[in-house]
C-alpha cells in the first residue's frame, strides 16, 4: 500500500512527485506512455510566463506568479538551461490599446515585477525585426524560456532519486474507492494508496470522474506549431505574444532555451484526447498570424512542425485540492497554460496538502540537487579534449546537427528513468532534433538503443507502444 | 497486329515509341526523334533485360550484408526468380568485390557477384 | 599540432576524387576527414548501377564505384581519418576535428576543399500536416537500413517525391518483397531521370502522380495511411481530389540540401540558389584557399560530374598550394567577371570568372527552372551574344553546361559580364 500514488508523469505530476520526495513517504507515479512528459507537457510554447495574464485573484495567477519567482533556484538545483529572455505583448493597433493598458494594471495588481509599457519606437529598437504597425508593447522581464522535457525529465529523476517510484506504460482503467485510500486498476496490475492526486492532463477529467460526483470536464485544445532552424534562433529576442484583439487571438515567436525560433500556437477545441495531429488550416493560421507581428517570417527555415494539447478545464481555472466528496483524492486538473510555469508551485501546494494530512515528516537525506546530462559543448576545449581522453566515446558524434555524441546517448539511456526509445533520446540530448530531423542519425541511436537494452532492433520504437521504426529484416 | 506503347530511355526527352508487332515480329517503330529509339525499342521489344543488384546475407562479417549485382544483364521476366535465389544463399567473410556468390542465378546462366569488400567481423568495439 | 597543404573535409566520392587529384599534381601532405565508418560516403548504400560511364565508359554500382578511388587513395598512401568530425574551421585554416582515438585534435591547412556533400529535406520542411508516427522516413535513410544495416522500414510503401534516390527505394523495396502502393510528385514533372522512371516504376507497375501531394499521415503510433490529393498549378491541394491509401510506411525523396553549416562558420558566402558556396573558375569559394566541390557545392545527379568536378578542385588547390610554397600571390591579375543566369537559367557553377587564372577552357554547369523542350542555351559577353546551342530538351532534373572558351573571352576586351540564358526560338 502506497501513502500517495500520482497518476501522471507530465510536468505538474513531475513536480508534485519531487515536492513530495523531500518528505518520509511511499509514493508512486503512474504513466500511461512510455516515457514522463508524454501528454500537454510534450509539445507546447515552452515559456515561463510573467503572470499579467491571468485574472487577479485566482490560483492560475497565484500560481504563475509563484512559479515564476521559484524558477531560478529549480534551474540551478536541476541543473537544466534556462534563460530570463523577457517577453513582449505587442498591440498591433490603437482600437487595442486599453488592453495592452489593461495587462499592465492585472500583471502588477498580480504581483509582477518590472513590468514596463513601451512606445512603438522603443519596441523596435528592442526588436528590429518586429513589423511596423505595432503601436506599443508591454514589457516584462521577469519572462523567460526553458525546455519542457528538461524541466520535467529533471524533476523526476529528482524525485526517482529520492525514492518515488515510476511506473511507464501503465495506464489507470478503474479507482475504487475504499474506507480508506483506493484501489487502482491498470493495464498491468492493481495498486493500492491512501492519497490519490489526479495530474493526468487532458485525461485528468475522465479520472476525477470515476471518484467525484461534481464532475469536471477538461476539453483538449490543440495547438499548432513550427519550429524554425536555429539559423534564425535569434530572429526574435524576446518572447513576442501579442494582444488579443479584433483579429482574435494572436500566436507568440520565441526564441527557444536550445536557439531555435518556435512560432504558434493556434488554439482549436477538439472531442480526441490523442489528436495531435496538425491540419494545413491551423499551420497557415500559424504563419499568417505571425505574419502579422514580424516583418517577413523566414517560413523556409521551419524545420518541423507540431501540435500539442492543452488541458482546457471549461471554467478555465486550475482545480488544484482534495475533491470535495472523494476524501484523499487530490486533483491537479485543468492545467493548462501557464501550466508550465506554475507547476514547480502546484507541486509545493499538493504536496503541502497531503504533508498538512498525513503528518509527513521531512527526510533528512532529501537531494535536492540533481546533476543534468552532461553537454560536451558546455565546457571549455581544453577541458573536452581531457574529458574526451579519458571517455573516448565522447568523441564519436552520432548526430551532427546538435553535435550529440555516443557518450552523451550512453548517459540518456542508463540515467534514473533512462530513455528507452528514439524520441526518449530526442528529448533528453536533443540527437535527431536538428534541421535533418534525425535522417542521419537514426539508425545509429537505434543501433545504440538496441545493443543497451540488450534489446533487437525491430523492438526499438520511436515513442513506445508500437511505434516500432522498422518492420522486419532484410535478409 | 499487336501493338506495344515505350518509353525511351535514352535522354530526358522521354519519347513515347511505338512499336506494331506480328507474332511477335517488329512491322513499325514510330513517335522516335532519333535513331537511339529505335534501338532502345528493339532491345526492348525481343530482348528486355536488366542488370539485378541487391544485397547477399553474411555470417561472421564485419558488415551484415553483402551488395550483389547481375553480371551481366538477366531476362527482365525472370528479375524475382533472381531476387528469390539471391535472398536463399548466404556469404562467409571474406568476401572481395567480383567474388561470385551464385554461380547460375534463376537458371540464366549469368552470375551473381559480390560488388563490395567485407572484412571478417574482429568483434565488435563498443 | 599536425600541418598538411590541402585537408578535404568529407570521404565521398567528391573527397576521395579531389584528394587522389591534388596528390596527382603533385601534393603529399594530403589528408581527408571522413564522419562515417568508412570511405565512399553515399556510394555504399546505392548499390544499383549506372555509375560510372562518362567516366569509366562502364556501368557500375555504387560501392563498385568508390572502390575505384578508395583503391586509388591507398595506393598513394593518402593519409585518411574515419569517424572523425570536424567541428570547425576558422578563417586561418585551423581545422577543430574529433573522434575516439584521437580525441578531439587541431590540424592547421594551408588549403581546404570543402566535399561535406548534402542532406535530405525532411518532412518538417515540407510542412506536411497529420500526426507524427514512426514509419515516416527520408528515402537515404530507408536506403540506409535496407542495404546496410539489413532492416526493412516496413511493408506497404508510398513515396512522397519522384527525386532518384525515391524511385531507386520504389523498386529496391519492391525487391525485396514491399508493395509500393504509389509514388507522388508535387511537380507536373519527375525530379528524377527517365531511365529511372521506366526501370524503377514502369518495370514493377508502380504508379506515379503528378501534380499530387500528401495532405495527410495517419496513424498515432505507426503510420497506418496517408491521404494524397492532386494539386493546382501553385502547388495547393484540389479539394475534393483526396485519395487515401493504406500503408506503414510513407518515404520522402523531396530534395536535397548541400550540408554548408561549417562553411558558413568559416565564414564562406553561400548562394541561396544552390545552398553550395559561391566559387570562382578555380572552385574556390569567397575565401582564399577554401575551395568546393560535389554536392556540398551544388546538387548533381550524376556522380560521374562530381568526379570531374572534385578532380577540377583537387588540381586548383594544388597550384594553388605550389604559388603559396614559391612565394607566387594567389590574387590573379585583372578583374572578376560575373556571370549572370538569366531567363529560365537558375544558378551557374562557377559565379565568377577570371580571365588571367582559367584555363583554356572552363565548364559552366547550370540547371534550368522548368522543362525547355527545342530551345537555345545561349552566352552573351557584355550583350553580345557569341553563342547559340540548340536542345532538343532541358530539364531541371538534369544538370547542364556550357564551355567557355578563354580565346573569345579574351578577345571581348574590358569585359564585365557574362550572361547565360535560356532563349526560344
Known sequence: MYDVLIIGAGVTGSAIAREL?????????????????????????AIVHAGYDAANGTLMAKMNVAGNLM?????????????????????????DRPKLIELYERGVSNGVKELKLLT????????????ESIVGALYAPSAGIICPFNLTIALAENANQNGIEFFFDTEVLEIIKLGEG??????????????????????????????????????????????????????VAKTIFTVPGKLGKGVLISPTVHGNLIVGPTAIDIEDKESTATTKEGLDEVIQKAGLIVKNLPVRQVITSFAGLRAHETGHEFIIGEAEDAEGFIDAAGIESPGLTSAPAIGVMVAEIIKEKMGLTLKDDFIATRKGIFNLNDIPLEEQKELIKDKPKYGTVVCRCETVTEGEILDAIHRPLGAKSLDGIKRRVRAGMGRCQSGFCSPKVMEILARELGVSMLDITKSGGASNLVTHRTK | MEKKELICVGCPLGCVVNVELEEGVIKNISGYSCKRGVTYAQKEITNPARIVTSTIKVEGGEKPLVSVKTKQNVPKNSIFQCMDDIRNVVARAPITAGDVLIENVAETGVEVVATKDVGIDVGTST | MESYDVVIIGGGPAGLAAAVSAKEHGIDRVLILERDRELGGILNQCIHNGFGLQIFKEELTGPEYAKRFINRVKELELEYKLNTMVININEDKKITAVNREDGLFEIQSKSIILAMGCRERSRGALNIPGYRPAGIFSAGTAQRLVNMENYMPGKEVVILG??????????????????????????????????NIVQCLNDYDIPLKLSHTVVDIHGKDRVTGVTIAKVDEKGKPILGTEEYYSCDTLLLSVGLIPENELSKELGVEINPVTNGPRVNESL???????????NVLHVHDLVDYVTLEAQNAGKN?????????NNISNKAEGAEISIIAKNGIRYTVPEKININRMED?????????????????????????????????????????????????????????????????
Open chain 3, 284 to 294: 574556390e569559394t569567397t575565401v582564399e584557399g577554401v575551395f568546393a566541390c560535389g
Open chain 3, 162 to 195: 519522384s527525386g532518384d534516390i525515391g524511385l531507386i527505394m520504389a523498386r529496391r523495396m519492391t525487391l525485396e518483397g514491399a508493395k509500393v502502393k504509389v509514388v507522388a510528385e508535387l511537380l507536373p514533372y519527375s525530379g528524377g531521370l527517365k531511365r
Open chain 1, 182 to 235: 483506493y484501489i487502482v486498476k491498470t493495464n498491468k496490475k492493481e495498486f493500492t494508496t491512501r492519497f490519490l492526486v489526479n495530474a493526468a492532463g487532458v485525461y485528468a477529467d475522465e479520472i476525477h470522474n470515476m471518484v467525484s460526483n461534481r464532475k469536471i470536464k477538461i476539453t483538449p485544445r490543440r495547438g499548432d506549431y513550427l519550429l524554425l532552424d536555429k539559423s534564425v534562433g535569434n530572429y
Open chain 1, 120 to 131: 512603438k519606437e522603443e519596441v523596435l529598437e528592442m526588436e528590429p525585426n518586429l513589423s
Open chain 1, 21 to 45: 520526495s523531500r518528505y518520509n513517504v511511499n509514493a508512486c507515479v503512474l504513466e500511461k506512455e512510455e516515457d514522463v512528459g508524454c501528454g500537454a507537457t510534450k509539445a507546447n510554447s
Open chain 1, 71 to 95: 524558477m531560478d533556484q529549480l534551474v540551478k538545483d536541476l541543473d537544466i538551461p534556462y534563460r530570463k529572455n523577457g517577453s513582449l505583448v505587442v498591440c498591433l493597433s490603437e482600437e
Open chain 3, 361 to 425: 577552357s572552363v565548364t559552366i554547369r547550370f540547371r534550368v527552372g522548368d522543362i525547355y523542350k527545342n530551345s537555345y542555351v545561349s552566352v552573351f559577353l557584355d550583350g553580345d551574344r557569341i553563342s547559340r546551342k540548340k536542345r532538343l530538351i532541358m530539364v531541371p532534373s538534369e544538370m547542364e553546361e556550357v564551355k567557355l572558351e578563354k580565346a573569345k573571352l579574351a578577345a571581348q576586351g574590358q569585359l564585365k559580364t557574362i550572361t547565360i540564358e535560356v532563349e526560344k526560338e
Open chain 3, 317 to 325: 588547390a594544388a597550384e594553388y598550394i605550389a604559388r603559396v610554397k
